[in-house]
């Protein structure tokens, strides 16, 4: 499957981005999407995980300031990412799971000056 992100940029302390991802070529159905991210020096972190029935999760560091939605049988995910600290700088990466195997895409930069 391949994964298409977009969104990334610069922003302000405080200030706010919108990620948005776009799956394709998959002959199964997703069963969940979501977000990695992976900032310089740092591992990678789980961001935030929407399933196929609706269900999300999200890093302690992103709750309340991070919104996952997505439409899973259309193939489409997207980050409300508010409040963004010069800690969320790194480069997020849009995930598929399907049947337990997971893909990822190239990544989109992320990067929140203080």
């Known amino acids: 499957v391949q994964l298409q992100a977009s969104g990334g940029g610069l922003v302000q302390a405080g200030g706010s981005l919108r990620l948005a991802c776009v799956a394709s070529?998959?002959?199964?159905?997703?069963?969940?999407m979501g977000w990695d991210r992976q900032a310089p020096g740092k591992q990678r972190e789980l961001v935030a995980t929407i399933t196929s029935t609706g269900r999300t999760f999200y890093a302690d560091s992103v709750k309340g300031r991070f919104t996952i939605s997505g439409d899973i049988p259309k193939n489409t995910v997207s980050l409300q990412m508010n409040s963004l600290t010069p800690e969320d700088t790194a480069v997020y990466y849009c995930?598929?799971?399907?049947?337990?195997?997971?893909?990822w895409g190239q990544g989109t930069q992320v990067t929140v000056s203080s």
């Open positions: 995930n598929a799971f399907i049947r337990g195997v997971g893909s």
């Open positions: 070529g998959s002959m199964f159905s997703i069963n969940a």
